[in-house]
């Protein structure tokens, strides 16, 4: 079983920076996406960001221009670097890979807390 491991969460300001980091437990041949997921209290799990194995990107729309996302496929390790963060983007962040274009394998989640 493949365990993704996340962290860099924590507690920021507005207009502060954070990046979180997930890597899997073991290698896995050819993992094509990666990504980030975030769920606030009282809202559903929403896609932030994900990177194809290619490094295809794709963005929600309320994070375009502040967020990055990047990956080290020989490491499989993905990473959201979150910079102008705001309140809003306060939620906990999962982690998730997928050997095909869906998720296989999630993380546990990491808190994001964004204070005003």
């Known amino acids: 079983q493949v365990q993704l491991v996340e962290s860099g969460g924590g507690l920021v300001q507005a207009g502060g920076s954070l990046r979180l980091s997930c890597t899997a437990s073991?290698?896995?041949?050819?993992?094509?996406?990666m990504g980030w997921y975030r769920q606030a209290p009282g809202k559903q799990r929403e896609l932030v960001a994900q990177?194809?194995?290619?490094?295809?990107?794709n963005y929600t729309d309320a994070v375009k221009g502040r967020f990055t996302i990047s990956r080290d496929n020989a490491k499989n390790t993905v990473y959201l670097q979150m910079n102008s963060l705001k309140p809003e983007d306060t939620a906990v962040y999962y982690c998730?890979?997928?050997?095909?274009?869906?998720?296989?394998?999630w993380g546990q989640g990491t808190q994001v807390t964004v204070s005003s």
């Open positions: 998730g890979a997928g050997v095909g274009r869906d998720y296989d394998y």
């Open positions: 073991r290698i896995i041949f050819r993992i094509n996406i």
């Open positions: 990177v194809t194995r290619a490094g295809n990107t």
